[in-house]
């Protein structure tokens, strides 16, 4: 859990400092990207605003060149009248009143004619018509006549050079003269007949700063920008700071502050703007409106120009505006976006930041889970593969048949018993059908239950027996029905337990109890008639020895003694079989008795082709029982035996130690005809006979059964007739005697003195 902690958090270091380089470089990416396209589209915005400002410098300088225009049209139009042409002074002075206002709005302050002599005819002014004051030979300047009288000339206007009306005081009002050649042209009722003769000129005298200032400060250039206009000689014709009017701009800008370098602009105006061009340009200034400081300035400039008498005047309108301020609002613009885009960045990257840091917080507490989960799930399948490898073993190593099917009885698992049983590999046994292992009417008995099991969903329980080749074998069949989940199919669970034992057990039980009522009945009638018959025989004795021998009589006595003797050994027989219970002390040799017997019998067995057979154990084989018992059941059985065999077969003797421990056994195995199936189960009932009357009492297996059995013994057998085993029928007792402890037996001869003749088969 710890290391996890350190793992995490180790990430988490990781993911920040990623986060935060890359943050870093996203800001420097975007900040160097802003400041290169600030400094591209500030070279750009500074392009466009003084094409801008070039654009407001052509606009003033084509709204001045039309106002002179406007005023020298005026002019000329004055100029036709016959009035002004012929100096008519009766007419002109109510012309001129009324034309005066006309021309005032052209900044047309004054109008001056003047005679071919150069005399000054009249002059209007604001003060009125001064014609009477002035003279008629007052003579004005002789270069605008000599211009005027040149017939080249004749149609031109000529504007002359600025002038400050007043250079000694005020140079910042600044004057221009128009000058029109007049000529005798126009004719009226008076002069009906025009001599077309030159006749002098007039002159229009134009406020040129009043006619600036109509429009010239109205101009903006950005913020703060402003117009200024040069005349042809540098001189400030109009500039937002007055006491730069008048002044000569190459001088004026030093003069005021000296330090500051105006080649740049002083170039511009030499080259540039006093030669009548167009264009733009930056130059280094000192001041704009009320700041002063160093600064660059952008300059757009476009020219007025003016008919001179021999060369063109030529004013330059210059608009200009600090660069700074451009820069600045670029510089704003892209500042503010840099700023925008520093707060998406940032904005972003805490975002992802955020969503990775839950996340990963999220992916951990999931590897915690999953690494819970997976021990759980880990623990939980080995605990489960540990509980199914030892209930696997568990019906693996049973001894009961474990297996399931399904309703149709078809065979899904079963256990190595189940394999084992029908002789089946573990892959032939899946898919096989009940009906394919078991016969017919067993299987569809099987079926029925399976069925019951399935339908009641109880357990079903039935004991049935199936005979298996030769052998008959008893089940305690157990069906346990298993519901199938999420689709799986109903199976049944059947647990098939082997009972033959338990069966058999009970089998004897069942002899033993009836063999023991049997005794107990026939000890009583032996008892009864012992008496009576002991009597009649010692009657029948004494009679005898009063007979003569020979006689009738004497036989006829013999008749009833033999048949009274006869009963007596019945009555004994039945006496001694109901002994079976009683304790025994007595001790034989197992091996000395049945050799003993098998002398008594060779004579009888060669006598009827029976070949015997005899193995016995190395050394004594010491057994609780009397030799007379003993003899006597070996007797039986051997009795038995060649009966069965009828005059051919081979009888085997065999006594060895029994698997059993602490047990001795004889086996006596003949190839008779076999016991029948139906009467397997009587055989020890005492009288039971299969024998001729007068061959068998029925008494020989019962009362060897009694008599094995008093001794702490057990017999038991197993026999095939012809129709079972064909060609190996015959029928095998086996006889199980407790052995005697070592220290009881000591040297004692365990032989009986042989007297087996006696025995009655
Ligand atoms: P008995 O010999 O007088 O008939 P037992 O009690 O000795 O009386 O035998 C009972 C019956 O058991 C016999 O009649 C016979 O049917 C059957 N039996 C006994 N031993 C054998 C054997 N070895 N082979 C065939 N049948 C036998």
């Known amino acids: 859990m710890k290391s996890m902690q350190t793992k995490e958090r180790t990430r988490l270091y990781r993911i920040l400092m990623g986060a935060g380089i890359l943050a870093v470089l996203l800001v420097c990416v975007a900040i160097y990207l802003g400041f290169s396209t600030s400094r591209y589209m500030k070279g750009i915005i500074r392009d466009q605003f003084n094409d801008e400002q070039l654009a407001l410098a052509r606009a003033a300088a084509q709204r001045i060149e039309s106002t002179l225009r406007n005023a020298m049209t005026d002019l000329v139009l004055l100029n036709s009248l016959p009035a002004i042409q012929y100096c008519d002074m009766d007419a002109y002075e109510v012309l001129l009143l009324s034309t005066l206002p006309v021309l005032r709005r052209d900044c047309i302050v004054e109008i001056r004619r003047v005679d071919r002599e150069g005399n000054t005819l009249f002059v209007a002014n604001e003060e009125g018509i001064g014609m009477k004051h002035l003279g008629l030979r007052h003579r ?275 256990n190595r018993q189940m394999l084992q049983f029908f002789g089946l590999s573990p892959e032939e046994l899946p898919g096989r059908e009940l009906k394919a292992l078991l016969p017919g009417t067993q299987a569809d008995e099987q079926l029925i239950y399976i069925g019951r099991a399935l339908e009641t969903g109880e357990p079903q329980r039935m004991e049935t027996r199936f005979p298996i080749s030769s052998e008959e074998i008893w089940f305690n069949i157990h069906y346990v029905p298993i519901r199938g989940e999420g689709g799986d199919e109903d199976l049944v669970l059947c647990v098939a337990r082997d009972i033959t034992d338990t069966k058999s057990l009970e089998r004897q039980l069942i002899n033993t109890e009836k063999l023991a009522s049997l005794g107990t009945l026939a000890a009583g009638v032996a008892h009864e008639i012992n008496n009576p018959l002991g009597i009649m025989l010692g009657f029948c004795d004494l009679l005898l020895e009063r007979m003569e021998p020979g006689t009738m009589e004497y036989s006829d006595l013999k008749t009833i003694e033999r048949h009274g003797l006869h009963c007596r050994s019945i009555v004994e027989r039945l006496l001694s079989f109901a002994r079976m219970g009683e304790d025994s ?124 059995g008093k001794h702490g013994g057990t017999i038991e057998f197993e026999s095939f007739t012809d129709e079972e085993k064909p060609g190996q029928s015959g029928t095998t007792f086996r006889i199980l005697l407790p052995m005697a402890d070592e220290e009881t037996v000591g040297d004692e001869s365990f032989r009986c003195p042989s007297d087996a003749s006696g025995f009655e088969g």
């Open 585 to 708: 002390e007595e001790l034989c040799d197992l091996n000395s008795n049945v050799e003993d017997i098998l002398a008594v019998v060779k004579h009888t067995l060669d006598m009827n082709k029976i070949r015997l057979v005899f193995s016995q154990e190395a050394g004594p084989l010491i057994v609780r029982g009397g030799c007379k018992d003993v003899q006597q059941v070996l007797l039986n059985l051997i009795n038995n035996a060649v009966y069965a065999m009828d005059g051919e077969g081979i009888l085997t003797v065999l006594t060895r130690k029994s698997r059993k421990a602490g047990f001795a056994e004889v086996v006596v195995s003949d190839t008779g005809c076999g016991i029948k199936k139906e009467y397997r189960e009587k055989i020890f009932d005492p009288f039971f006979t299969t024998k001729k009357v007068g061959d068998g009492t029925g008494l020989g297996l019962s009362v060897s059964y009694g008599i094995i």
């Open 140 to 414: 004005e300047a002789g270069a605008f006549l000599s211009w005027a009288a040149d017939v080249g000339n004749r149609g031109r206007i000529m504007g002359t050079g600025t002038r400050a009306r007043d250079p000694a005081s005020d140079r910042r009002v600044i004057l221009m003269d128009l000058i029109i050649p007049t000529y005798e042209d126009a004719t009226d009722a008076k002069r009906p007949h025009a001599s077309h003769r030159f006749s002098g000129y007039l002159k229009g005298i134009v406020n040129v700063t009043e006619l600036l200032q109509q429009f010239m400060p109205s101009i903006r250039s950005g913020k703060t920008g402003y117009a200024w206009v040069l005349d042809a000689s540098g001189n400030f014709l109009y500039h937002p700071e007055s006491i730069f009017v008048g002044e000569n701009a190459f001088e004026a800008r030093s003069n005021r502050n000296p330090n500051i370098s105006f080649a740049k602009i002083n170039e511009i105006q030499r080259n540039e703007m006093l030669r009548g061009n167009e264009g733009k340009g930056t130059y280094f200034s000192g001041w704009h409106r009320e700041v002063v400081e160093p600064m660059e300035k952008l300059l757009a400039f476009s020219p007025v120009r003016i008919q001179g008498p021999y060369v063109d005047y030529v004013w330059s309108v210059a608009v200009v505006a600090p660069a700074e301020e451009i820069e600045g609002i670029v510089a704003s613009v892209y500042g503010r976006q840099i700023f925008l885009e520093g707060i998406v960045i940032f904005i972003i990257l805490t975002g992802s930041v955020m969503v990775l840091l839950h996340e990963l917080r999220w992916s951990t507490i999931l590897e915690n889970e999953v690494a819970l989960k997976t021990d759980d799930i880990r623990r939980y399948s080995l605990e489960l593969e540990r509980s199914e490898a030892k209930y696997r073993s568990l019906v693996e190593s049973a001894d009961d048949l474990i297996f399931t099917l399904d309703r149709n009885g078809c065979i899904r698992t079963g």
